[in-house]
């Protein structure tokens, strides 16, 4: 089983900057698929990014260019860096892990931006 802490997010201004981290518990964080979700007030959750085992990496169109996701698999963490926030981009911020059924979630963290 893994377990998730998310952390890093804030208050930022539009065009700013955050980065988001999510700690992972487990021995095998290495194999699992691992992919950032949000949820904006009244929106249904949505998934933002995504990286594979192997470090295959896939974005929502309305991300593309300004987010980054990484792992560390040393560390057993997976990394979401936030360039040119936006309005639309607050959010509860979900890290998500999965590995052959296996689902588990983190408890989230919130990121606000101010136009």
């Known amino acids: 089983q893994v377990r998730l802490v998310e952390s890093g997010g804030g208050l930022v201004q539009a065009g700013g900057s955050l980065r988001l981290s999510c700690a992972a518990s487990?021995?095998?964080?290495?194999?699992?698929?691992m992919d950032w979700y949000r949820q904006a007030r009244g929106n249904q959750r949505e998934l933002v990014a995504r990286?594979?085992?192997?470090?295959?990496?896939m974005y929502a169109d309305s991300v593309k260019g300004r987010f980054t996701i990484s792992r560390d698999s040393a560390k057993n963490t997976v990394s979401l860096q936030m360039n040119s926030l936006k309005p639309e981009d607050a959010a509860v911020y979900y890290c998500?892990?999965?590995?052959?059924?296996?689902?588990?979630w983190g408890q989230g963290t919130q990121v606000t931006v101010s136009s």
């Open positions: 998500n892990a999965y590995l052959g059924g296996y689902d588990c």
């Open positions: 487990g021995s095998i964080f290495g194999s699992y698929r």
């Open positions: 990286i594979t085992s192997s470090g295959t990496t």
